[in-house]
């Protein structure tokens, strides 16, 4: 599984939102200077995120983004979540909820669907706040 850009930066926007949240709504220029990513770019990120109800909006001089809810709310995985559209390992009709005619007799399935399982309940152990606050830890390589 490849994690794109999109995915990327969107934990890249989010951090920034939540490292800013005291100053209210953000303009995305400022955003993107910050974090230096194009204009276009970003705007694409925060629509999917906003169309996942993880960002608020609000228009007119004042207005720009926030974070719709505390940072220890989010867990990396909804964010990932909302820019990839999904977080699957493979392409595998079965562990994207769909049936397979192959599923009875296919021996890669346990690994595929363990694989996802493990994904997911990482991800959703970890928080926006955890990632900002740097206690995300680094796990040794076996």
């Keep these: 599984m ?3 850009t999109k995915g990327r930066y969107a934990l890249r926007v989010m951090a920034d939102m939540a490292q800013h949240a005291t100053e209210g709504y953000l303009s995305l220029g400022d ?13 694409a990120i925060v629509a999917s995120l906003c169309h996942s109800a993880l960002l608020d909006s609000k228009r ?10 505390a940072p220890e709310e989010y867990t990396i995985g909804e964010i990932l979540k909302a820019a990839e559209g999904g977080l699957t390992p493979v392409g595998c009709p079965e562990c994207d909820g769909e049936s397979c005619s192959r599923a009875d007799g ?8 363990t ?13 926006l ?9 680094a796990q040794p390589m076996k």
């Design 60 to 69: 007119g001089k004042s207005g720009g983004y926030r974070l719709c809810k």
């Design 129 to 137: 706040a955890d990632l900002i606050n740097g206690t995300v830890e």
């Design 106 to 113: 296919c021996i890669t399935l346990p690994l595929w669907r």
């Design 31 to 43: 955003v993107a200077k910050r974090e230096d990513i194009s204009m276009k770019y970003l705007e």
């Design 2 to 4: 490849m994690i794109s």
């Design 115 to 127: 694989m996802d399982d493990m994904i997911n309940n990482y991800l959703e152990s970890v928080t």
